[in-house]
């Protein structure tokens, strides 16, 4: 823990790599944020802004777990009139849900398919939050992604979210995560577009830029009091 202090006050970037949503991994990515946060007088930030990483982490893992867990799923074999794509996923939601993610995990950690959290703080007492995962998103996951943004953009709280989408039967509360994270950097007043999920062809990359000023805080402060 010396050498990521060491790192912290040195304001260079550090790098935690993970397989799992473990209590230990939880706890290693509080106390690096808690630690930056303390030095800019701004630890009362540590709550949402935590909330937002882990869910990232959540994102990135179970893309990761969903990767391994369809990897030799045939949608046009002839099984599939048996089990189609959509069955399959509501197994794989079970199966994460269940003790047997610990496999998915254990799977994971052989094949070294990470899940890595990026923590930088520029100059300007900016924190830059980064999470990549080494499976590149489908179009319709990526259009997907973006539409629960720009959702997001327009709702206010989480409930409003839900009433906009009530009529949609594939969304069964899918990405709501993203929505809390949205909802979150409204309540910092940082602006939406700070928030970004991208990919290419070999990783999905999930950032957030949030400043760590007098602004923030007091916008937290007021939206938790209002």
Request: hydrophobic residues 40%; charged residues 25%; contains cysteine.
């Amino acid at each position: 823990m010396k050498a990521v202090l060491d790192h912290i006050k040195a304001n260079q970037r550090i790098r935690l790599i993970t397989y799992a949503v473990t209590s230990a991994s939880e706890n290693r990515m509080k106390k690096i944020l808690a630690v930056m946060l303390r030095q800019r007088d701004c630890l009362v930030l540590l709550s949402p802004i935590y909330t937002c990483l882990k869910e990232l982490i959540i994102n990135a893992v179970k893309a990761n777990y969903k990767n391994i867990y369809f990897e030799n799923y045939t949608p046009k074999n002839a099984a599939d009139q048996l089990i189609n794509y959509h069955t399959a996923l509501q197994l794989f939601k079970l199966e994460i849900s269940r003790e047997d993610s610990k496999n998915l995990a254990r799977i994971a950690r052989k094949r070294n398919i990470t899940a890595e959290v990026e923590f930088i703080i520029d100059g300007d007492d900016v924190l830059h939050l980064r999470v990549i995962n080494p499976v590149p998103m489908t179009a319709g996951e990526l259009k997907t992604v973006r539409k629960k943004l720009e959702d997001a953009r327009m709702c206010h709280d989480i409930s409003e979210y839900f009433l906009m989408n009530a009529d949609n039967p594939e969304n069964e509360g899918a990405g709501v995560g993203l929505v809390l994270i949205a909802m979150i950097l409204r309540g910092l007043g940082v602006d939406l577009s700070t928030f970004e999920i991208t990919c290419d062809d070999v990783c999905t990359r999930a950032s957030l830029i949030i400043p760590l000023t007098d602004d923030t805080v007091r916008h937290y402060r007021e939206s938790t009091t209002a």
